[in-house]
């Protein structure tokens, strides 16, 4: 029994390795709020969500399939969450009563196998009854599929011969053995004889006994017997249980990843913003088009003010560069952008109001940092140490954000380091999008007149004022910072504005 509601040919697994740099992403594209508003308290939820979320899909298939069944959820979600606490109330209560069913003793592997299989049939009859009843509200191939194996497994007379099985193996009334008997009367060959009520002619004549209360010796011996008739049922019963409590485990962290995305989409839903399904393009295509894109984390922070959202268009572009008015907008668009493109790749919705990309082999992130206290080498260096761990994490087709990187230093140092270091990047097929206030830096690729680079602008009105709108735009050899610098005395000056 397979779940296949992450991958079309795999189950989801929470220990598959991160390529990319969880944490760094995590706190340069603002992603914790948006994983608590996924998780809604609930640990499971966080813990699957953040690792789906850094698993990128690097194939446009897998991503749409993902979002076919996103799209049926959302559908029906009560269906959804549902299911949800179906089996986390059976994990709960396996937890609380079934301590375990592997052990060194066989009897007790065989007993605990048969309870907890005995147990789990309330709810494959809870979850045939969706299969039957709710399927047909469900469009998408991974939907379809798993209610398919959903009735085809579990069909009645299955669960009825099962349910009949498991309570003759219970022995309740006793248990039938054969045996032979060899050389000085000791017993061997023991067989686990099935009590056939239709015939009961056959085995009720069989000699029988039953111990005293008190006859612990005798009960330790009968015990034995019993494990040797029924040795070879034990591992194939210990099996299927594990089998089926896999079952479980999986079908709870793949359903964890929907609900979370349920949690998140009721969020947005309660805001003005839209939420858009990205449309994914091979990586060899170089496609970035989008409208209305704006800060998701930004927008799960309810505020008295407007969040700007921007558009943009960068076909065949392996190269970005922003630059423009301090406090313009051009660091909340680059985290726009990235969480973007994560997001998509993880088969969920977009902040948007539409979006296309090309998929990438791993997003990376470079952004400064503020200065730390406890560190033994200078900022520079510790920049530089940062681009060499992420240059050795990265793949042809990957995306690099840079912001203000290697600003510690005086521009001119700065903007050779970054021009060195974009010029390696772009001949390795790595996309950049670079956040700059270096003019040399940003104005020497622009003289290039490269037709796959393209120049962005945070603008400003004619009077300072910012209105965090990003725009085509060649690069200015100021970033107005005069502007925040008379707001900021000219208040200083006149405490009652």
């Given at each position: 029994m397979n779940v296949y509601l992450m991958h079309q040919d795999r189950n989801f697994s929470i220990n598959e390795t991160i390529t990319q740099d969880q944490k760094t992403l995590t706190r340069d594209l603002g992603i914790e709020g948006i994983l608590e508003v996924m998780a809604n308290q609930d640990p499971i939820i966080y813990d699957i969500c953040n690792q789906a979320l850094f698993l990128s899909l690097n194939d446009p298939d897998a991503i749409l399939y993902r979002q076919a069944i996103l799209k049926d959820c959302i559908k029906n979600p009560k269906i959804i969450r549902t299911m949800y606490e179906l089996v986390t109330e059976l994990l709960v209560k396996k937890k609380e009563w079934f301590w375990s069913f592997t052990s060194s003793y066989r009897s007790s592997n065989l007993s605990g196998s048969v309870n907890l299989l005995k147990f789990f049939i309330k709810y494959f009859i809870c979850f045939k009854e969706i299969a039957d009843n709710e399927a047909s509200k469900f469009n998408s191939a991974g939907f379809k599929?798993?209610?398919?194996?959903?009735?085809?497994?579990?069909?009645?007379?299955?669960?009825?011969?099962?349910?009949?099985?498991?309570k003759e193996l219970q022995f309740k009334d006793g248990v039938l053995i054969s045996a032979q008997v060899g050389k000085k009367l000791?017993?061997?060959?023991?067989?686990?004889?099935?009590?056939?009520?239709?015939?009961?002619?056959?085995?009720?004549?069989?000699?029988?006994?039953?111990?005293?209360?008190?006859?612990?010796?005798?009960?330790?011996?009968?015990?034995?017997?019993?494990?040797?008739?029924?040795?070879?049922?034990?591992?194939?019963?210990?099996?299927?249980?594990?089998?089926?409590?896999?079952?479980?485990?999986?079908?709870?962290?793949?359903?964890?990843?929907?609900?979370?995305?349920?949690?998140?989409?009721?969020?947005?839903?309660?805001?003005?913003?839209?939420?858009?399904?990205?449309?994914?393009?091979?990586?060899?295509?170089?496609?970035?088009?989008?409208?209305?894109?704006y800060d998701l984390g930004l927008s799960l922070i309810k505020t008295a003010e407007a969040i700007i959202s921007n558009s943009l268009s960068a076909n065949m572009n392996d190269l970005l560069i922003v630059t423009g008015a301090n406090q313009g907008g051009k660091t909340t668009f680059l985290r726009s952008l990235g969480q973007a493109q994560l997001m998509m790749q993880c088969g969920l919705f977009v902040p948007s109001e539409s979006f296309t990309a090309s998929v990438c082999s791993g997003i990376f992130s470079h952004f400064t940092k503020d200065e730390d206290a406890t560190m033994t080498s200078g900022k520079l260096d510790e920049e530089l140490n940062r681009m060499s761990a992420i240059i050795d994490k990265l793949t042809p087709q990957a995306l690099i954000l840079f912001n203000e990187s290697f600003a510690s230093t005086n521009e001119r140092e700065g903007s050779e380091i970054a021009r060195q270091i974009v010029k390696a990047l772009l001949a390795k097929e790595i996309r950049v999008v670079f956040v700059t206030h270096f003019f040399a830096f940003a104005n020497g690729f622009y003289q290039e007149k490269n037709p796959h680079h393209l120049f962005l602008r945070a603008e400003r009105s004619d009077d300072g004022s910012r209105t965090f709108v990003i725009l085509p735009g060649k690069p200015f050899p100021t970033s107005f910072g005069n502007d925040l610098y008379q707001r900021v005395f000219e208040t200083c000056r006149n405490p009652s504005t």
């Amino acid at each position: 029994m397979n779940v296949y509601l992450m991958h079309q040919d795999r189950n989801f697994s929470i220990n598959e390795t991160i390529t990319q740099d969880q944490k760094t992403l995590t706190r340069d594209l603002g992603i914790e709020g948006i994983l608590e508003v996924m998780a809604n308290q609930d640990p499971i939820i966080y813990d699957i969500c953040n690792q789906a979320l850094f698993l990128s899909l690097n194939d446009p298939d897998a991503i749409l399939y993902r979002q076919a069944i996103l799209k049926d959820c959302i559908k029906n979600p009560k269906i959804i969450r549902t299911m949800y606490e179906l089996v986390t109330e059976l994990l709960v209560k396996k937890k609380e009563w079934f301590w375990s069913f592997t052990s060194s003793y066989r009897s007790s592997n065989l007993s605990g196998s048969v309870n907890l299989l005995k147990f789990f049939i309330k709810y494959f009859i809870c979850f045939k009854e969706i299969a039957d009843n709710e399927a047909s509200k469900f469009n998408s191939a991974g939907f379809k599929n798993f209610f398919a194996m959903i009735r085809e497994n579990l069909d009645d007379d299955f669960i009825k011969m099962l349910d009949t099985n498991l309570k003759e193996l219970q022995f309740k009334d006793g248990v039938l053995i054969s045996a032979q008997v060899g050389k000085k009367l000791y017993g061997h060959s023991y067989v686990l004889r099935k009590k056939n009520k239709s015939s009961r002619l056959k085995w009720r004549f069989a000699p029988s006994f039953t111990l005293h209360s008190r006859d612990d010796r005798g009960a330790i011996d009968l015990g034995y017997r019993k494990v040797r008739a029924c040795e070879p049922i034990i591992d194939p019963i210990v099996l299927s249980t594990q089998h089926v409590l896999a079952f479980w485990n999986i079908l709870k962290s793949e359903l964890a990843f929907y609900v979370g995305a349920l949690n998140l989409y009721d969020r947005i839903r309660e805001t003005p913003y839209p939420l858009t399904f990205p449309d994914p393009m091979e990586a060899a295509e170089k496609d970035l088009n989008c409208e209305g894109l704006y800060d998701l984390g930004l927008s799960l922070i309810k505020t008295a003010e407007a969040i700007i959202s921007n558009s943009l268009s960068a076909n065949m572009n392996d190269l970005l560069i922003v630059t423009g008015a301090n406090q313009g907008g051009k660091t909340t668009f680059l985290r726009s952008l990235g969480q973007a493109q994560l997001m998509m790749q993880c088969g969920l919705f977009v902040p948007s109001e539409s979006f296309t990309a090309s998929v990438c082999s791993g997003i990376f992130s470079h952004f400064t940092k503020d200065e730390d206290a406890t560190m033994t080498s200078g900022k520079l260096d510790e920049e530089l140490n940062r681009m060499s761990a992420i240059i050795d994490k990265l793949t042809p087709q990957a995306l690099i954000l840079f912001n203000e990187s290697f600003a510690s230093t005086n521009e001119r140092e700065g903007s050779e380091i970054a021009r060195q270091i974009v010029k390696a990047l772009l001949a390795k097929e790595i996309r950049v999008v670079f956040v700059t206030h270096f003019f040399a830096f940003a104005n020497g690729f622009y003289q290039e007149k490269n037709p796959h680079h393209l120049f962005l602008r945070a603008e400003r009105s004619d009077d300072g004022s910012r209105t965090f709108v990003i725009l085509p735009g060649k690069p200015f050899p100021t970033s107005f910072g005069n502007d925040l610098y008379q707001r900021v005395f000219e208040t200083c000056r006149n405490p009652s504005t």
